[in-house]
C-alpha cells in the first residue's frame, strides 16, 4: 500500500509540474485576457468618442462596442475551455465531431434563434436601433436600453420592460435617430383670423428660442405648414419643430404651454368639440317650429 502511495504521489507531482503548470497558466492567461477586451473595448469607444463628439455617434459606438466585448468574452472563454479539456487528456477530435453533429441537431431545432442572429448582425450593421433611442417596434416602444445579437430591450413611459426578438423585428420607428420633430396640430375657433394666430405662434417661437433653458435643443424656427384642415368645430393649423433627439417632448410641452397662455391672453378661442343643429326651412323660408317642453324636478 505504501508502495502504490507513493507512486500516486510521484504521478500527480509529475502531472502538477507538466499539466498542472499549463492549467495554471491558460487559467491565469484567460482572466487577464477578458480584463484586457473589457479595457480595450472601454478605450476604443472613450478615444472614438472624443474624436467624434457627436451625440448620435456615441450611440452608436457605445452599442458596438457592448456587443464586440460579448463576443470577445466568449472567444476567449470559448478557446480557454477546449485547452483545459486537452490539458485533462480529453481526445478533441471526437469531442469537436460529436459537437458538430449536436450543433447540427440543434441548428434545426433552433431556427428561431439562428435567425434572431441574422436580424441582430443587420440590425447593428445598417445603425437602425442603438441604445438611448426611442423607438417604435410593433406595438411597442420607448428607450432602447440593451441591444444584443438576440434580441432588443425597451422600457416604456410607465416603466414597464419589453423584450422583443430580433427575428420578430419586422419594422422599426426611430424617433431619436439624428434629429426630432415635434409636430403641432393647433385647432381654433372659425371666428379667428388664421394669419393673426400663425403671427402669433411664430412670436411664441422666437420667445423661446431666446430662453436659455431652450434654445440649445431648438435646431430650427418653428415651421408652420398652414391651414390644414376643417373639424368639426375647429379650423386646425399645422406646425412642426426641429429639435435635437430625443428633447421633442419637453420642447413641445413648453410650447404648448406659453400657446394656451398666450392665447388666454389675446382672447384666441381654443374650442371645445360642439355641434350646430339646423332645422332647415321649407320653400316658403319658414323653419318648423321647436317645441320645448320643461318639466319641474321632483
Do not use: C
Request: hydrophobic share 45%; aromatic share 8%; no cysteine.
Amino acid at each position: 500500500m505504501k508502495f502504490d502511495l507513493q507512486t500516486l504521489l510521484d504521478k500527480l507531482y509529475l502531472w502538477l509540474l507538466t499539466s498542472g503548470v499549463r492549467i495554471a497558466l491558460i487559467i491565469v492567461a484567460t482572466l487577464i485576457l477578458l480584463k484586457v477586451a473589457t479595457l480595450v473595448t472601454t478605450k476604443l469607444r472613450s478615444v472614438i468618442g472624443k474624436k467624434e463628439s457627436d451625440a448620435e455617434f456615441e450611440k452608436r459606438s457605445g452599442t458596438l462596442s457592448g456587443v464586440v466585448h460579448w463576443i470577445l468574452r466568449v472567444a476567449i472563454l470559448a478557446v480557454a475551455t477546449f485547452m483545459l479539456l486537452g490539458e485533462f487528456g480529453v481526445n478533441l477530435g471526437p469531442v469537436l465531431a460529436a459537437a458538430g453533429v449536436v450543433g447540427l441537431a440543434v441548428g434545426f431545432g433552433a431556427q428561431n434563434l439562428v435567425q434572431d442572429f441574422i436580424s441582430g448582425f443587420f440590425l447593428l450593421l445598417e445603425d437602425q436601433v442603438r441604445v438611448g433611442d426611442v423607438v417604435q417596434i410593433g406595438d411597442k416602444g420607448g428607450l432602447v436600453e440593451k441591444v444584443t445579437l438576440r434580441m432588443v430591450i425597451l422600457r416604456d413611459f410607465s416603466g414597464t420592460v419589453h423584450f422583443i426578438r430580433n427575428g420578430k423585428i419586422d419594422v422599426v420607428s426611430n424617433m431619436t435617430k439624428d434629429y426630432s420633430h415635434y409636430v403641432f396640430d393647433i385647432g381654433i375657433a372659425y371666428r379667428e383670423n388664421v394669419d393673426d394666430v400663425i403671427k402669433v405662434l411664430k412670436s411664441i417661437d422666437e420667445e423661446i428660442r431666446r430662453d436659455s433653458e431652450f434654445k440649445n435643443d431648438i435646431l430650427e424656427p418653428l415651421e408652420v405648414a398652414g391651414l390644414d384642415s376643417f373639424g368639426n368645430s375647429a379650423v386646425v393649423i399645422k406646425a412642426r419643430v426641429k429639435t435635437k433627439p430625443i428633447q421633442q417632448w419637453r420642447i413641445g410641452r413648453e410650447y404648448n404651454r406659453r400657446i394656451k397662455l398666450k392665447f388666454d391672453e389675446l382672447n384666441i378661442e381654443i374650442p371645445f368639440p360642439h355641434q350646430t343643429i339646423y332645422f332647415g326651412k321649407d320653400k316658403a323660408g319658414q323653419s318648423p317650429a321647436l317645441n320645448v317642453e320643461m318639466e319641474k324636478a321632483a
